[in-house]
Nanobody, 116 residues
Framework: QVQLVESGGGLVQAGGSLRLSCAAS????????MHWFRQAPGKEREFVAAISRSSSTNYADSVKGRFTISRDNAKNTVYLQMNSLKPEDTAVYYCKAVVAPSYEYWGQGTQVTVSS
């Protein structure tokens, strides 16, 4: 069982920045692929960014050049640095750990609200 706890959400003006954190339990964090997703009101949950065990990264087109995913294996934590935020980035942000095929764990989410 892997427990994930997100933090760092809040209210920010358009053009501002936030850094989300996701702390994971477990002694093999470095072996997990980690993802960020988000879900806006009335919309389906969508992929935002991912980082592999080898720290290769992948981003949704909507956040490329603005968001950066990173990981600190010593702290069992994955981060999402969000710059140049837009009102359409408003959503609940979730992290997901992929431990093995068919073994995925989700955090409880953190709210990000971007005002215009």
């Amino acid at each position: 069982q892997v427990q994930l706890v997100e933090s760092g959400g809040g209210l920010v003006q358009a053009g501002g920045s936030l850094r989300l954190s996701c702390a994971a339990s477990g002694r093999t964090f470095s072996a997990y692929a980690m993802h960020w997703f988000r879900q806006a009101p009335g919309k389906e949950r969508e992929f935002v960014a991912a980082i592999s065990r080898s720290s290769s990264t992948n981003y949704a087109d909507s956040v490329k050049g603005r968001f950066t995913i990173s990981r600190d294996n010593a702290k069992n934590t994955v981060y999402l640095q969000m710059n140049s935020l837009k009102p359409e980035d408003t959503a609940v942000y979730y992290c997901k750990a992929v431990v093995a095929p068919s073994y995925e764990y989700w955090g409880q989410g953190t709210q990000v609200t971007v005002s215009s």
